[in-house]
C-alpha cells in the first residue's frame, strides 16, 4: 500500500511549543538551520527514490526561495503551511484568510507550479476552529491535512474519522493526519513527537494495523529540526523542552527504517489513487458516536 509522506518545513525556533518564550519579531535572531535540516532529508529522499509533500511555512520561503524551488525540482509536491506559524485559535478567521492567501501565492510565485495543499500550524482545525476549512475551499485549496482524531492538550477533533474523506459542505478534501485504533482510543502514531517518543518497533506495528487491519494508508511527517540533534538549546518549561528535544539523535536512524519498511508517495497523489472519497458533512466531525 502506498502512503503519504509530509515535511513540515519550519525553523526549530518557530514550533508553538517555544511561543511564549520566542517571539515572532526574534526570530532573525536565532542562527537559521532549516536549509541544511531540509537538505539532509531531501538527500535521503532522493537516495530511497522516495517523493514527498513538503507543506512550506512562507516565512521560510520568503528568506530562502532557491530551496524552497530545489525540493520542486526534485519533484517533490509544494503545499502551504501558513506564513506567521500561528495556529488557527491564535487568528481571527480574517486574518486566517489573508494568511492562507498570502502564502499560496508566494509559493506558487518561487516555484511556478500550483499550491493544492494545506496544513495547519499545530494540527490546529479543532471543533471552534472549523470555518477555516471552508475558509481553505474559498481560497482554491484542493485538500487540507491539519484535522488530528486524537485527544491532547493542544489540538485535536477526536471524533473525526482517521481516514480520508471530502467535506460535503465545502468540497475540500481531507487527509486527516493518521492514528491507530486499540480498543477505544485512537492513538497518535504518524510522526513527529511520537515517532522520536515511540520505540520503532511500536510505530511500525501501529501504522502496519492501518494498513492491512483498516485497509488504509497513513500519512506520516516529520520536521526538518527533528533531523538535527546539535540545534541551539532554548530556555523553555520542562514539558516544551521534552516535546522538543527528546531522542532528536534517533530521528534519522529510525526515518531510514520507516522508508524501508513502508512505501511513499505525496499527499496529493496519495489522495487521487483513493478516488471517489466517502463524505463528510462539518457538523459530524464534531458528533459523538
Known sequence: MINALSVDVEEYFQVVAFAQVVKPEDWNKFPSRVEKNTRLILDILAQKGVKATFFCLAWVARKYPGLIRQIAEAGHEIASHGVSHKPLFDLTPKKFREEARESKKILEDITGQKVSGFRASTYSITPKTLWGLEILAEEGYAYDSSIFPIYHDLYGLPNAPRYPFVIKDTGLKEFPVSAARLGKTNIPVAGGGYFR?????????????????????????????????????????????????????????????????????????????????????????????
Do not use: C, M
Open 197 to 289: 517518543l515511540f520505540p520503532y518497533f511500536f510505530t511500525r506495528f501501529l501504522l502496519k494495523r492501518i494498513n492491512k487491519r483498516d485497509g488504509l494508508p497513513f500519512v506520516f511527517y516529520v520536521h526538518p529540526w527533528e533531523f538535527d540533534p546539535d540545534q541551539p538549546r532554548i530556555k523553555a518549561p520542562l514539558k516544551s523542552r521534552f516535546r522538543h528535544y527528546q531522542n532528536l539523535t534517533k530521528t534519522k536512524k529510525r526515518f531510514h527504517k520507516l522508508l524501508k519498511d513502508f512505501s511513499f508517495a505525496p499527499v496529493k497523489e496519495v489522495l487521487k489513487s483513493l478516488e471517489p472519497l466517502p463524505t463528510v458533512s462539518i457538523k459530524e466531525l464534531v458528533d459523538e458516536g
